[in-house]
């Protein structure tokens, strides 16, 4: 079955440093959507990326999909400590309002 | 409003009781969700209900029962639960048609003893 695999798990970072996270999925994806979980929180919605080669900004966040839409990534620019928590990226999967997340990255900043 | 609440928060019970969850959204969306989140794990799909249909079970275990009494509301009854069924369970609502955004609740944190 489909397979949405994120990496890091784990990314510790200085305070004004850059980071990426990765998504990549097994098969080809119609979409593929990113979350944002804060320590003791709830996952929350941040994009959903649509179109081949698509690239979609938000502050710091830089999120891509790829030309093949199979893969995906986050880039934030000048971490700050409210960037803080875990992403996920999730795509669909194979039944009708089914979602696959990927595993994770859980974001630590140093001040 | 656009938001997903749940009830209770927090819910300690024993291996023998009986509790339910509480889910409630007035969106109108018509997909609602249970998901189960271990410590530094995903959220796990549970149950999806489509137009107060249940559509998807993933094959979870007969003491969760699920239950839509109408388009706003979702419940998951428990009976019988073992310690390792203790996790944050997560409910999440989003529209059938247009985009995939899932509206997210703030979870049930459930302990079992």
């Known amino acids: 079955g489909q397979q949405v695999m994120q990496i890091p798990q784990y990314q510790h970072v200085q305070e004004g440093e850059d980071f990426t996270t990765y998504c990549n999925s097994s098969t080809t994806l119609s979409n593929i959507q990113w979350y944002k979980q804060r320590p003791g929180g709830h996952p929350v919605f941040l994009i959903q990326l649509v179109k081949s080669g698509e690239v979609k900004k938000q502050k710091r966040l830089t999120f891509q999909f790829g030309e093949a839409k199979k893969n995906s990534s986050l880039h934030i620019t000048a971490t700050q400590t409210t960037d803080v928590g875990t992403y996920f990226c999730?795509?669909?999967?194979?039944?009708?309002?089914?979602?696959?997340f990927g595993a994770g990255t859980q974001v630590v900043v140093t001040p | 409003d656009t938001e997903v609440t749940q009830t209770p928060k927090h819910l300690v019970m024993g291996m023998t009781n009986k509790k339910s969850l509480k889910c409630e959204q007035h969106?109108?969306?018509?997909?609602m969700y249970w998901y189960k989140q271990k410590a530094k794990k995903p959220p796990e799909l549970m149950f999806v209900y489509s137009y107060e249909k249940l559509s998807i079970n993933e094959s979870v275990p007969s003491r969760f029962s699920p239950e839509c009494p109408n388009s706003s509301l979702l419940n998951l009854h428990l009976h019988a639960l073992q310690p390792e069924d203790s996790a944050l369970y997560l409910c999440?609502?989003?529209?059938?048609?247009?985009?995939?955004?899932?509206?997210f609740g703030p979870g049930t944190r459930l302990t079992v003893l």
């Open positions: 969106m109108g969306h018509r997909a």
């Open positions: 999730a795509g669909p999967s194979d039944s009708w309002g089914k979602f696959q």
């Open positions: 999440a609502s989003r529209p059938v048609q247009g985009g995939n955004e899932q509206f």
